[in-house]
């Protein structure tokens, strides 16, 4: 049971991971770019818990928390690097 | 019990979070296609850290709840990052045509100031 | 009081934080996360020039329940949008008059509208008193806004009445 919902997980993940993809390279903006790279760390942060619950280990959950704060500063970064062509003021 | 629990957790985790992309992939606009990821994807991660902290909690010893950490920390980051970016696009001239005609006085902060944050003053 | 514990409901957070980090409850960590919960507000006390006042704690915790039934409810809403055909949406900017002064009240306001059904905050004006929203299906403007203002609004000017 537990096994065959993280399959359908894992698999429903994968694919927003490609359809991100596909908008990260297909744009047509730079924002729609930042904005596909903003919901693949937060489909990564999904996968990595998924993978913890997958192989039952907690490990995985440290290198989550860590994505998270890390891809909202890069988002907030781009942001503010196309707002004000400046990053730290 | 749990694994039923767990594993829908898990499954509708997984099926929002997939709507969310989808969302991103073919919506026409980007406007439009902040809606996905701001919402969906916020939720389906929700869904799968929930289906991980019971998860956690029936194997091992103890309650586990530094799940909670993250979905909150994702709560709130959301909402924020699809602010800057709808922000960014009006800055670059995305959003022109549909944007209501400010009322006097009214000057708009795009490209001025951060607003999501305290403010800072430039010294 | 005053002076050593500038902030209680900060440090509360603080402490749930490092603990909720260790995942654990044992009495050193409680001991440590006490005293770093103590000490980091403080130190960032002159980070925050003028605080939030929060007035009514209570009705703060029942504005995030209905928070989280709406997200829940906005995501069923938005999924029907994204999976049903795209040309029958009428995405709208609207703007939104905001009776709010606080800037911390107007932020929980705008992450509020990005995560409930089918609006994202966009921009907010030089002088703060207008936010721009953009709604993903919008059948009538004023009604839009009456909702938000009515769901919303009225309960975090009662919260942080400025």
């Known amino acids: 049971m537990l096994t065959i919902a993280v399959t359908i997980a894992f698999a429903c993940i994968a694919a927003a991971l490609l359809l991100n993809f596909w908008r990260l390279v297909r744009g047509p903006d730079l924002p729609d770019r930042i904005l596909a790279l903003d919901t693949m760390y937060i489909n990564t942060v999904a996968l990595l818990v998924l993978f913890g619950i997958h192989l039952g280990l907690t490990v995985f959950f440290e290198a989550a928390?860590?994505?998270?704060?890390?891809?909202?500063?890069?988002?907030?970064?781009?942001?503010?690097?196309?707002?004000?062509?400046?990053?730290?003021? | 019990m749990v694994e039923l629990l767990v594993s829908f957790f898990l499954v509708a985790g997984g099926a929002f979070a997939l709507i969310g992309s989808i969302g991103l992939a073919r919506l026409p606009d980007l406007f439009m296609r902040l809606h996905g990821p701001t919402k969906a994807t916020t939720l389906g991660v929700g869904g799968i850290l929930v289906a991980s902290m019971l998860h956690f909690s029936a194997i091992e010893a103890g309650v586990s709840l530094h799940e909670v950490l993250v979905a909150v920390f994702l709560m709130i980051t959301a909402p924020v990052s699809a602010h800057l970016v709808a922000r960014t696009m009006i800055h670059l001239g995305g959003g022109?045509?549909?944007?209501?005609?400010?009322?006097?006085?009214?000057?708009?902060?795009?490209?001025?100031?951060?607003?999501?944050e305290p403010e800072l003053e430039k010294t | 009081m005053k002076c050593w514990l500038p902030q209680p409901l900060f440090s509360l957070c603080l402490w749930m934080?490092?603990?909720?980090?260790?995942n654990t409850l044992a009495p050193g960590q409680m001991l440590l996360g006490a005293v770093?919960?103590?000490?980091?507000?403080?130190?960032?006390?002159r980070f925050w020039p003028d605080r939030p006042r929060l007035r009514r704690p209570l009705q703060l915790l029942r504005y995030f329940a209905v928070l989280l039934w709406d997200i829940v409810v906005a995501n069923l809403v938005v999924a029907r949008l994204i999976l049903g055909p795209t040309r029958k949406l009428r995405p709208a900017f609207i703007r939104l008059p905001l009776d709010l002064c606080h800037e911390f009240a107007i932020v929980v306001l705008a992450?509020?509208?990005?995560?409930?059904?089918?609006?994202?905050?966009?921009?907010?004006?030089?002088?703060?008193?207008?936010?721009?929203?953009?709604a993903l299906d919008v059948e009538d403007e004023a009604q839009a806004i009456a909702r938000i203002k009515d769901r919303y609004e009225r309960p975090l000017k009662e919260i942080f009445e400025c």
């Open chain 3, 111 to 134: 992450n509020t509208i990005s995560l409930t059904p089918g609006t994202v905050s966009a921009d907010l004006s030089l002088d703060r008193r207008t936010l721009l929203i953009h």
């Open chain 3, 36 to 45: 770093l919960a103590l000490a980091l507000p403080l130190f960032s006390v």
């Open chain 2, 96 to 116: 022109d045509k549909g944007i209501p005609d400010a009322p006097p006085g009214a000057k708009s902060r795009t490209g001025m100031k951060n607003g999501n």
């Open chain 1, 65 to 89: 928390l860590l994505i998270a704060p890390m891809g909202f500063v890069g988002t907030v970064a781009l942001c503010k690097y196309l707002l004000r062509g400046d990053i730290i003021e």
């Open chain 3, 17 to 22: 934080v490092w603990l909720l980090l260790g």
